[in-house]
C-alpha cells in the first residue's frame, strides 16, 4: 500500500546545483542530488517514510544521526534501509508503504 500523496514535508532552499540522482519512489521516477540521503530524497518527494508497522501511523524519522531507528524504508526488493544514513544511490527503488520490517 502506497502512501497517500501530500505535499512534501521538505522543500530544498539551497545547493541545488549537485548532480541529479534518479530513483523511483513507489514506482514512480523520481530525482534527489548527489549527496542526499535516502531520508533527504524521500522526504523532498513525499510527506512521509513510511508507516509504523505496529499503529499504522506515518514515519518520517526523528533524530536524524542514526539512533532512533524511526526512518526505516524498504526497497523494492525487501532490503531494508535506514534512511537517515544511507545516501541516495541511481537506480533505488523505494516504497514508502511498507514498514521496513
Ligand atoms: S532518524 Fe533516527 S535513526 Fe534515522
Known sequence: MSLPKLQ???????ETGRAA???TLDGQ?????VGDTVLTAVLTQAAQL??????GAPRA?????GAC???WIATEQGERLRA???FIAPGMAL???RSGA
Open 8 to 14: 512534501p514535508l521538505l522543500h530544498r532552499l539551497a
Open 69 to 71: 531507528q524511526d526512518c
Open 21 to 23: 540522482v534518479p530513483f
Open 50 to 55: 513510511r508507516r509504523n508497522e505496529f499503529s
Open 84 to 86: 537517515c544514513s544511507t
Open 29 to 33: 521516477p523520481a530525482s534527489a542530488l
Open 95 to 97: 516504497v514508502t508503504g
Open 61 to 65: 524519522g526523528f533524530c536524524m544521526m
